[in-house]
């Protein structure tokens, strides 16, 4: 169902930098959509933690930064923490008429 | 305080209707640039999309669920209520309700209800 494809799950060691990628597609963020990172700790909603390709929402630690090129964003978390360890959605949009809202397949950060 | 609250059943029979009700409170649903749209998270998988409702009542659908799903809204009691027909025991879920508004810049999905799980099952 998802039309953004993410690397089911990435680790690193406390302090270390792990990235995730999310690929998609000419109709989506290749489209010039923005994209959107949320954050979900396990049995809890999701929160959002970049909006608009880049920025952060108040609150939100600058360990956490994120980039878009072409038909792909990432996620980069620096200096990881134990607390950091969850689940990660990017988010966009799609023109084509299978929807409008489209998410990526998640990807669970592990800290080692 | 932006709160969003989901509400319904947790249990429904297959082929049934399933009706839930989000209740919104810290910002009016006719406030021009307001949506609420659902998202729905089936057990140890991705997140779905499923329809939005904005400000001046439209509407927008997954079109893989379209012919089963209907949302709405009643400004005044501060709700938006998303129904879907037909339940199958694959659309037992955890269905979020979230905010999103309409603005420049995008700011996303900025605020969620906390989820209700529905199951399907006979």
């Known amino acids: 169902q998802s039309v953004l494809t993410q690397p089911p799950s990435v680790s690193g060691a406390p302090g270390q930098r792990v990235t995730i990628s999310c690929t998609g597609s000419s109709s989506n963020i290749g489209a010039g959509y923005d994209v959107h990172w949320y954050q979900q700790f396990p049995g809890t909603a999701p929160k959002l933690l970049i909006f608009g390709n880049i920025n952060r929402p108040s609150g939100v630690p600058d360990r956490f930064s994120a980039s878009k090129s072409g038909t792909s964003a990432s996620l980069a978390i620096t200096g990881l923490l134990a607390e950091d360890e969850a689940d990660y959605y990017c988010?966009?949009?799609?023109?084509?008429?299978?929807?409008?809202?489209?998410f990526g397949t998640g990807t669970k950060v592990t800290v080692l | 305080q932006v709160t969003l609250r989901e509400s319904g059943p947790a249990l429904v029979k297959p082929t049934q209707t399933l009706t839930l009700t989000c209740t919104v409170s810290g910002f009016s649903l006719s406030t021009s640039g307001m949506c609420v749209t659902w998202i729905r998270q089936p057990p140890g998988k991705a997140l779905e999309w499923l329809a939005l409702i904005d400000w001046d009542d439209g509407k927008y659908y997954n079109i893989s669920l379209k012919t089963r799903l209907t949302i709405s809204k009643d400004a005044s009691k501060n709700q938006v209520v998303l129904t879907l027909t037909n339940m199958d025991p694959v659309d037992t879920a955890t269905y979020y309700c979230?905010?999103?508004?309409?603005?420049?810049?995008?700011?996303?999905?900025?605020?969620w209800g906390q989820g209700t799980t529905v199951t399907v099952s006979s």
């Open positions: 988010q966009s949009y799609d023109r084509r008429l299978s929807g409008l809202y489209v």
């Open positions: 979230a905010r999103r508004r309409i603005t420049v810049p995008d700011y996303g999905m900025d605020a």
